[in-house]
């Protein structure tokens, strides 16, 4: 059983430990009480992410003890950021744990896992730390990628950061910046869109930032991955994410408009409206400089939905510097966003600094913020009812007879369709809204299962 926690980079690494450990023998489940393996991904971004691990592994340990009462031995694995962040605080912390191992090591699972499972033969209790941030490339390492569960699919082009935002503790989980070379990328798309995948999308911390080696040595930009990718017969749409405005180049702006398998929507965190702020964060860029990159990228492609991430209550916030992220946020009308507050994060600069605004302030920001956001994410998808546009049915509804899928602008779309138009690109009409969602009907008759 793998647990996975934060961000798609997790999503796409928990994919990766899977079809690693299915060539070890092990076989997927959902249930704690039948795994002989358990490996919870987490996330280190905010406090809560953190605190979430230490209780899930105490219930993970009732559930191991129940299994070793019937004769049954249970390994139990911290992977991801907290492992990189906190290994030898977990191993202390945690002894039920058997295994930490951080987000560059996991291509190293086999051979953790023999000497785990040796030990237990030999009556010890196993326990192995791996967070180095080794010299071989991990994922020349893996075996390759074979399939997707779904029609869309996540592909890694970038990880780590070199950008060090004063809050975030990304450059320290995650490591330097790398690019994966073009060809790589490229036969991972060619496999999962001849398993059916028809829609990607890049990931990478600063996925923006990619510049990864083609064939003949030569470095290739985003914007250049993304015209090479669409080349891919059979794939239909690409997306990328996360992003930083300092990366977001002429090349990669006029791509917006020149792509046509290039979704328009586009996440592009700002986290804060106040220059001043913006500058005690180090994220090297202006409240206006934003405001303008979003402006020449409508202009390249005015049907672009944006989004974006914030946090409120950073260090010395004052209310006329939360005023300056309400204003942008009026400025931009963001069709989707993610809003935080800021959460003090040990070993970055930011948790060191005088003017931590208070828990109550922060929590009547954050309130205020989403009340704004939502109301401009229901207005945007209000806008599109009764607009057909293109589906691709990713999975079932909770309803019966009910799939969900995504538009172009990724609003999720609820629809009456068969389980056999499940991966297909669909023509639907949009008939309702709501801030999180959209009902929609078919507008195009279905083939026949
Ligand atoms: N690389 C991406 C962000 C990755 S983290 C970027 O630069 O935009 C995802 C989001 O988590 C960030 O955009 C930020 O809004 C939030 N976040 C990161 N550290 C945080 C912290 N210490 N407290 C609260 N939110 C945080
Ligand atoms: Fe974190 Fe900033 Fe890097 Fe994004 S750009 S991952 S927020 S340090
Ligand atoms: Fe969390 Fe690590 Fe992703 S800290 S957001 S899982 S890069």
């Known amino acids: 059983m793998i647990k996975t926690f934060g961000c798609q980079m ?91 191992f951080g987000p560059q090591t996991y291509h190293r699972l086999p051979e953790m896992l023999a000497s785990a499972r040796k030990a237990q033969e030999h009556g010890q209790t196993a326990r192995v730390l791996d967070t180095d941030f080794p010299a071989e490339a991990k994922f020349d390492q893996l075996p390759k990628k074979r399939g997707s569960s779904g029609p869309a699919a996540f592909v890694t082009a970038q990880e780590g950061c070199d950008k060090f935002c004063t809050f975030c503790v990304v450059p320290y989980t995650r490591g330097a910046e790398t690019s994966r070379p073009v060809a790589a990328i490229e036969d991972e798309v060619r496999s999962l869109v001849e398993s059916g995948v028809v829609e990607i999308s890049l990931l990478g911390q600063n996925v923006n930032a990619y510049h990864g080696v083609d064939a003949s040595g030569q470095d290739v930009s985003l914007a250049g991955l993304v015209r090479r990718l669409a080349k891919i ?115 970055t600069p930011a948790a060191d600094m005088e003017a931590q605004v208070p828990e109550d302030e922060k929590s009547d920001r954050l309130a205020r913020l989403q009340a704004l956001l939502n109301q401009h994410q229901l207005e945007f998808n209000q806008a599109s009812v009764g607009k057909t546009v293109p589906v691709l049915f990713e999975r079932k509804g909770k309803h019966a007879g009910q799939l969900v899928g995504r538009s172009p602008w990724m609003q999720a779309v609820h629809v009456l369709a068969p389980d056999h138009a499940i991966g297909d690109l669909v023509n639907c009409t949009l008939l309702s809204a709501g801030a999180n969602s959209l009902e929609g009907g078919l507008a195009d008759r279905l083939a026949a299962a």
Request: hydrophobic share 35%.
């Open 10 to 100: 997790n999503v796409y690494d928990s994919e990766r430990m899977g079809e690693l450990l299915g060539g070890e023998g092990y076989t997927p489940t959902d249930n704690a009480d039948e795994a002989d393996l358990v490996i919870l991904n987490t996330c280190h971004i905010r406090e809560k992410a953190a605190e979430k691990v230490y209780s899930e592994v105490g219930r993970l340990r009732q559930s191991a003890n129940a299994r070793k009462a019937q004769g049954n031995e249970t390994l139990i694995a911290v992977a991801g950021c907290v492992a990189q962040a906190e290994g030898p605080e977990i191993m202390r912390r945690a002894p039920a744990v058997n295994m930490v």
């Open 233 to 347: 017969d059979g794939l239909e749409r690409i997306r990328y994410t996360t992003s930083h405005p300092r990366d977001m180049t002429d090349e990669l702006i006029a791509a917006h408009g020149e792509i046509e398998k290039l979704m328009p929507y586009l996440h592009l965190p700002v986290q804060a409206g106040s220059d001043r702020i913006l500058a005690a964060m180090n994220r090297k860029h202006t409240a206006e400089s934003y405001l303008k990159i979003m402006e020449r990228l409508k202009a390249a492609r005015p049907d672009l939905a944006l989004s974006g991430d914030f946090i409120v209550g950073f260090p010395g916030e004052t209310e006329e510097d939360f005023q300056a992220t309400l204003d942008l946020v009026k400025a931009v009308r963001y069709a989707q966003a993610y809003s935080f507050k800021y959460s003090p994060r040990p070993g």
